[in-house]
């Protein structure tokens, strides 16, 4: 329901805010794989999971021995439909603490996702824009068609929430 997202989403906002506002220089991080067809949907998905945490555990090993800041963030799974081609751009958003974790983030998930462009991947300074982007819907249900119309695409929702049915946004 797009009201009771709406109210999820303020609630998070409200939640993570006193914890962003002390960190000195929060960045908003977003990780591209490339576009998939929804039969590959949630492995993929799973396969992002599962890459995500061994970037983390890379990270960790860093911060251990002294070579780049803590790792602190919050990650978000969204997922948009692309009508014209019939697939599904399933990424992750973040807001992490530190540019120099938010670039290492991207260098990592390079390595992991060979695939993957790094002009596809995005590192910006985060602000109050970003808290919306990383706590909103994890999928449209309205999208634009391709002749410039917007369009509720019900199986390719079906699709998207089957995908992530159990699985952590």
């Given at each position: 329901?797009?009201?009771?997202?709406?109210?999820?989403?303020?609630?998070?906002?409200?939640?993570?805010?006193?914890?962003?506002?002390?960190?000195?220089?929060?960045?908003?991080?977003?990780?591209?794989?490339?576009?998939?067809a929804?039969?590959?949907?949630?492995?993929?998905?799973?396969?992002?999971?599962?890459?995500?945490?061994?970037?983390?555990?890379?990270?960790?090993?860093?911060?251990?021995?002294?070579?780049?800041?803590?790792?602190?963030?919050?990650?978000?799974?969204?997922?948009?439909?692309?009508?014209?081609?019939?697939?599904?751009?399933?990424?992750?958003?973040?807001?992490?603490?530190?540019?120099?974790?938010?670039?290492?983030l991207?260098?990592?998930?390079?390595?992991g996702?060979?695939?993957?462009?790094?002009s596809?991947?995005?590192?910006?300074?985060?602000?109050?824009?970003?808290?919306?982007?990383?706590?909103?819907?994890?999928?449209?249900?309205?999208?634009?068609?391709?002749?410039?119309?917007?369009?509720?695409?019900?199986?390719?929702?079906?699709?998207?929430?089957?995908?992530?049915?159990?699985?952590?946004?």
């Open positions: 329901c797009i009201v009771c997202n709406a109210i999820r989403t303020a609630k998070l906002i409200n939640q993570y805010k006193p914890i962003f506002d002390t960190w000195e220089d929060p960045q908003f991080v977003t990780l591209t794989v490339p576009n998939v929804g039969l590959d949907l949630r492995d993929t998905i799973g396969a992002m999971t599962r890459t995500f945490q061994t970037v983390k555990d890379r990270l960790k090993k860093q911060h251990r021995r002294g070579q780049i800041g803590k790792f602190r963030g919050v990650r978000k799974l969204e997922c948009t439909y692309n009508p014209v081609f019939d697939d599904s751009h399933p990424h992750f958003h973040f807001v992490v603490e530190g540019k120099t974790v938010a670039g290492a991207v260098n990592y998930w390079l390595q996702w060979k695939n993957a462009t790094r596809a991947q995005d590192v910006r300074q985060a602000d109050g824009g970003s808290m919306i982007e990383l706590f909103k819907y994890f999928t449209k249900v309205v999208t634009d068609s391709s002749d410039g119309k917007r369009a509720i695409y019900a199986g390719s929702l079906d699709v998207i929430f089957n995908a992530v049915s159990g699985k952590r946004t």
